[in-house]
């Protein structure tokens, strides 16, 4: 079915929902409740994930501070006090005041002008993330705004419904406008050409209206510009970059575990007194995690003595032994990120703003996404460099020069002298690598400075750095993959260098075992056996290995749950 715009008022698919648990949504049993305090990152992602409950607050405090702020900003606006985009039409031509009439059908309309997004649509995930922040920020009361649509907006959270937003159209200054207006529209049921998901199939506006009984909400002044003017969505794309982020970051230290066990590498570098003379916490943390993935492992030298064999060295290559001075600054850089989205997100980012104590009504710029912009920007190029990290250790897994003995591109089967091992998946990681670092690069430099008649002259593109961050995570995912593969097999191999009753299991340590195990399970091998992960060219399904490992990450699979003490450290430190 399909309205005179020709949207789907239902259709069967719908492909970037993030999340298959919302198709079928059922609230979970533990609930988070929202009141307009602080909430942290998790909580915001578990209620965009369904992993928490929404509950809407029933404080009458919360309630009549909201409704003072609309009674005050309704008696103002209508008695012709000039207020920006309230009795004012908007940006550049706020230059006049607006009539009684006008000013009653400027909320509906700034709702219609902004109906302008592009592109495919975002994952549900990411708008019910902003629509939790959105829904906190105005509970503090300060935004002009009745309790009905606040309500309005918590049902929507409570039983599933996503408006769906394009993933085109905000350059991150007056907030989110394009993105966060598709959420206000169908929230509000402001016409039928204004789509939403539910159960993993889209419907149009006036067929969710009514099968939920929702009357539509006629906006009052500042109403439409409270929903819109907002860093709610950008922020909230974040929120869940950040969580994705930690699973590979904690993933990709069980990778560098992994090789260095191949690899024999010494333990002597990650010592605490090395690091207590260079007492960076990053350093530090990434030192004693890398020495907690190590503990018990028969594969690493204990220590300074040199590797064997004709390739000795008396200490091991850089990207070994400097681990927790490459890794250290990116731990930190991530911490310093986290904080700043976490303020963002308890952030009342629309404009203006009304101060119920002392009767005035603020014009500035919280709207304007820059924190979020430069964090986001920062993480793709942290991504970038844990990416280039990991290659190095790829190549020296790979080269007989520098491996220790181990077959040349990890071969499973070097009496077949046809078989070229891992080669292709080099080549598969080496083209993905360079997108990370491309991706590195910084956007929120880049903004049209004539936006929008000169008066958005800056603007963040937080929405954009956002979205490429979240791009730069699903490539990441791949990446991490791939290395896992290298590293597993790397280890089969180690392993059965020295000797044939040498199982995997009594020679690594403990905590990678847990990962490598999770690996061989989700490619169908048998994780007690010795032999290699990839043995013949012609008995693997390589492309499917990364497929199964990718989508077992991305849905919180077996290797999360093997990652999962290192993430909750990762998580503690943060928050520390």
């Known amino acids: 079915k399909f309205n005179n715009l020709g949207i789907p008022l239902s259709s069967p698919k719908i492909t970037n929902m993030h999340n298959p648990a919302l198709k079928n949504f059922v609230r979970p049993q533990t609930a988070t409740t929202v009141e307009g305090g602080y909430l942290s990152l998790k909580q915001v992602v578990d209620i965009a994930y369904n992993k928490q409950a929404f509950e809407l607050t029933t404080s009458e405090a919360v309630k009549e501070k909201v409704q003072s702020s609309y009674e005050y900003i309704q008696h103002v606006a209508l008695n012709g006090k000039p207020i920006y985009g309230v009795n004012t039409p908007f940006g550049g031509m706020a230059n006049q005041i607006l009539n009684h009439d006008e000013t009653l059908q400027l909320q509906t309309n700034l709702m219609f002008f902004l109906k302008s997004g592009a592109g495919n649509y975002v994952g549900d995930v990411y708008v019910r993330a902003a629509m939790v922040i959105l829904t906190n920020a105005l509970l503090k009361g300060v935004s002009g705004i009745r309790f009905e649509i606040i309500e309005r907006y918590a049902f929507f959270l409570q039983n599933g419904i996503t408006p769906r937003v394009r993933e085109l159209g905000s350059i991150g200054a007056s907030g989110d406008l394009v993105p966060l207006a598709s959420v206000a529209r169908a929230v509000t049921s402001l016409a039928d050409c204004f789509a939403v998901s539910y159960k993993g199939e889209q419907w149009g506006t006036q067929a969710i209206s009514e099968k939920f009984k929702l009357e539509r909400i006629k906006l009052h002044p500042k109403e439409g510009l409270a929903l819109v003017n907002s860093t709610a969505m950008l922020t909230g794309i974040a929120a869940i970059n950040l969580q994705e982020l930690n699973k590979l970051f904690a993933l990709s230290l069980h990778a560098h575990a992994l090789m260095m066990q ?315």
């Open 262 to 576: 191949a690899l024999t590498a010494s333990v002597q570098p990650f010592d605490a007194f090395t690091h207590s003379h260079k007492p960076h916490e990053g350093q530090i943390f990434i030192a004693e995690m890398i020495t907690g993935l190590l503990t018990g492992s028969q594969m690493v030298r204990k220590n300074g003595d040199p590797l064997q064999g004709e390739n000795k060295l008396y200490q091991d290559r850089y990207s070994i032994r400097c681990v927790p001075q490459f890794l250290g600054p990116i731990v930190d850089g991530f911490k310093t990120v986290q904080k700043n989205i976490e303020i963002e997100a308890n952030s009342v980012t629309d404009n203006p703003l009304i101060d119920m104590e002392n009767f005035n009504i603020l014009h500035g710029g919280n709207f304007l996404g820059e924190y979020v912009a430069i964090g986001m920007d920062q993480v793709r190029n942290y991504i970038g460099l844990i990416a280039k990290h990991l290659d190095a250790q790829i190549a020296l897994l790979v080269m007989p020069e520098f491996n220790n003995g181990l077959p040349s591109s990890l071969s499973g089967n070097t009496t077949n002298r046809i078989n070229m091992g891992l080669k292709g998946l080099q080549i598969t990681g080496n083209s993905i690598m360079p997108l990370l670092l491309f991706y590195g690069n910084s956007i929120a430099d880049k903004f049209p400075t004539h936006a929008e008649q000169f008066n958005q002259n800056i603007n963040s593109q937080g929405f954009n750095a956002s979205m490429l961050t979240k791009t730069s995570i699903e490539l990441f995912r791949k990446y991490v993959a791939i290395s896992l593969i290298f590293a597993v097999q790397a280890v089969d191999l180690r392993a059965k260098q020295m000797g044939k009753q040498v199982y995997v299991k009594d020679v690594v340590s403990p905590e990678t075992f847990k990962t490598y195990a999770a690996i061989r399970q989700i490619c169908n091998k048998n994780v007690l056996l010795s032999e290699p992960l990839v043995i013949n060219d012609n008995s693997f399904p390589m492309d499917d290995f990364i497929d199964a490992i990718d989508a077992d990450i991305q849905y919180n699979g077996k290797l999360v749950t093997a990652a999962n003490a290192l993430i909750e450290k990762l998580d503690a430190y943060y928050a520390a």
